[in-house]
Structure formats: C-alpha cells, structure tokens
C-alpha cells in the first residue's frame, strides 16, 4: 500500500508518493481567461482555508493516483471550521475512493527537535505554531494575516497608482515581488535614502508577450532576449521605497491599517503561552518555513526585532529550512514513516459507519 501526500498552500500543491525523493508543484488555481496581459486567477483557497472544495478536487484530479490500494495523507491548516473539514473527509473518501486516509497539521511534521516554534510564512498568511514532540500547542499558535499574496497585492497598488495600471497583473507583480524586495534593517534610514535619491532604483521591463513572457530588470532584457535593443519598445516602470515597504508590512501590519502585532510580537507572545519549560527550548529553535520566508534579509531584520523582546537569558535562535517551500511536504513524508502514522489513519470502512466524527478524533492530536 503506497502513501500520497499532499501539502494544500494557496499558492500551489506540494505533492509526491511518500517513496519519492523529492515532490512535484502544481499550481494551486485555474485561470480564467487566456489573456497573457490580464489573467483572472480563481483559487479554492481564501484566508488559508479550502473554501471550494469542488473546485480543489478538480484540481487534485489531475494529480493524485488511484484510491483504492493507497493511503491519502494531506495537509489541514489549524482551526479549520467543521463544515471544512468534513467536506475534506468526503472528497477523500466518496469522490477520490480512498482506501486508507490521514490529515495533519502542516507545521507540526516540520521540527527535528522535540521543541521547537515553527513561523510558516505562507501565501495567504502566517502562522506561528509552537511544537512540542510533534504535538502542536493550539493554544499558543498565533496567525499574522500577512503573507506572500497579501504583499504582491500590497505591490500592486503602489505600482498602479504611481506609474502603470497592473491591477489585472498578479504574476506579474509577484515575480517583481521576489526579485526586487528586501528586509530593511534600519527602514527609517534607508526611507530617508530614496528621498535624497542616494538609493539604487531599480527599473524593470514589462513584457511585451511577443518577443518575452516574462519581465526581467531593463539592463538585464536587452541582453538575456537575444534581440537587439533598437527593435525592442520597451515599457518599463522603477521600484524604489517599494522595494522595502512592502515587506515591512511583516512587521507592521498597522502600516496597511490591519489592527495586528507584527512578527516579532506575534512569535514572543506565542511562545509565552507555552508552558515555561520549554520557553527557552522555543527560542533557541525558531524555524521559518514557506516562500515568503525567503525575502533576504528576513533572518536578520526578525532577530533584530525579536531579540529585546526575549528574555536576557534566553539565547536566540533563527534558522530558515534548507527548502523552505517544500519543508512540510518532506515532514510528512518523514511522518508517513513513522509507528505513530498508523494509530491516526481512518480506513473507509470506519469512515462509513462513523462519519467524520471519528476523523475528527482519530487527528485530534493534529488539529
């Protein structure tokens, strides 16, 4: 009997037998129209939850092996509502005939470490969720509505209100996103330096869908095209301050009026919540996972930031998952593994006499 994991993100689906040695990505939307200059994205996932349920088993569809003979185990994000998670439990088990299923917590397979505090900065938000041998703290997991799409639309407003119209331009801005934005590590210095103009503004070519598809750096283009500069008519737009107030918005939601601590608060009050044995083990151990923890100078700017806010005899500890992206799919693969695997899988057989009242307890350690 073969395993399947699935590790659900806004973004994309992280997926692979658990055998494999490394996961497939699928991306987790189907455009609604064919227009390369104005794609229209529709998602089943909204706030981090799977909302449409019909529409993310057609996506999976395309994916997942044959139920019969193999175990199903996918990821469910913390607190989902009922209503979800049963929804979850029947494409499972009614749509996609699964044999064997199973449904984690995704932060919680990430820590090696018997205590550790895992930050997922993720596509819809962020969570902070303290582990303890691999049980995650419900009590003391914190979420920052704050994540990769939040940004590229935070990104998208800036560029389309200074310079060009590309509200309609999602993957666009993203890729501008991750090529060109960055941690400040002393944000009122740096604002200070594009206002006297002593900072690099960066201009970037948009696309003209003919000769490229995608919008790389102006300088860049006109050499990695392999088309002379003269026949080319470029439209391009600069990021300056964009390139450091988008991402401060981590760490001060109330920038964009969002009434929330920032990164930095969040993780000392969810670690303060744990029991006080392990506060030290906590902080020691934090672990980002997910894209957006891929920003440079994240690492930097959140010990900055955390350390007055820990205790002086705690030491600190930050460390950033050697595949950030892939971090929970290889978790569960990991866990697939394990004794304690087996004692959480709900066959369909219990699941059609007792419904999914006893998925629900059968993953109670998980949710």
């Keep these: 009997m073969g395993v399947y994991v699935v590790d659900v993100g806004g973004a994309s689906l992280k997926h692979g037998a658990a055998t494999a040695a490394t996961y497939s990505v699928t991306d987790n939307y189907v455009r609604m129209t064919a227009k390369a200059h104005a794609i229209q994205i529709r998602r089943p996932v909204e ?3 799977v909302v449409n349920w019909t529409l993310q088993g057609d996506l999976l569809q395309e994916i997942l092996p044959p139920g019969r003979d193999n175990t199903f185990l996918v990821t469910t994000p913390v607190f989902t509502p009922e209503k979800l998670l049963a929804a979850q439990d029947e494409v499972a088990f ?14 919680a ?35 920052l509505n ?20 590309m509200m309609d331009s999602f993957e666009l801005i993203d890729e501008v996103k991750q090529a060109v934005c960055r941690c400040a590590m002393d944000f009122p210095a740096q604002m200070r330096a594009f206002a006297d103009k002593s900072a690099t503004v960066l201009q970037w070519a948009l ?113 950033r998952a050697t595949d950030p992206i892939g971090a929970v ?6 866990f697939a593994t394990t004794e ?4 959480h899988l709900v066959t369909k057989a219990e699941y059609l006499e007792h419904g999914s009242n006893l998925c629900r307890d059968r993953f109670q350690q998980y949710r």
């Design 207 to 319: 696309p003209d869908f003919v000769h490229t598809k995608r919008g790389p750096e102006r300088a860049a283009a006109r050499y990695d095209t392999g088309i002379a500069a003269s026949a080319l008519i470029w439209s391009d737009f600069a990021t300056a301050v964009e390139q450091i107030t988008v991402p401060e918005v981590l760490f001060h939601p109330s920038d964009i009026g969002l009434d929330q601590a920032g990164l930095a608060e969040g993780i000392a009050d969810a670690i303060a919540a744990c029991p006080e044995y392990s506060q030290g083990l906590m902080y020691q151990n934090i672990q980002l996972i997910g894209g957006t923890s891929q920003l440079p100078q994240l690492l930097e700017r959140l010990s900055q930031e955390l350390r007055p806010l820990v205790p002086g005899h705690f030491a600190l500890g930050i460390s």
């Design 94 to 107: 009614e749509e996609f005939q699964y044999d064997t299923y199973a449904s984690v917590i995704p932060q």
């Design 329 to 334: 799919w290889n978790g569960c693969k990991t």
């Design 109 to 143: 397979v990430v820590p090696r470490e018997p205590v550790a505090c895992v930050v997922d900065l993720g596509f819809s938000c962020t969570y902070i969720v303290p582990v303890i041998e691999g049980v995650a703290q419900l009590e003391a997991v914190r979420r």
């Design 340 to 343: 304690q695997f087996a004692q």
């Design 146 to 165: 704050v994540g990769g799409k939040l940004m590229t639309n935070y990104l998208k407003e800036c560029v389309s209100y200074r310079q060009w119209n």
């Design 47 to 49: 706030r981090g939850y």
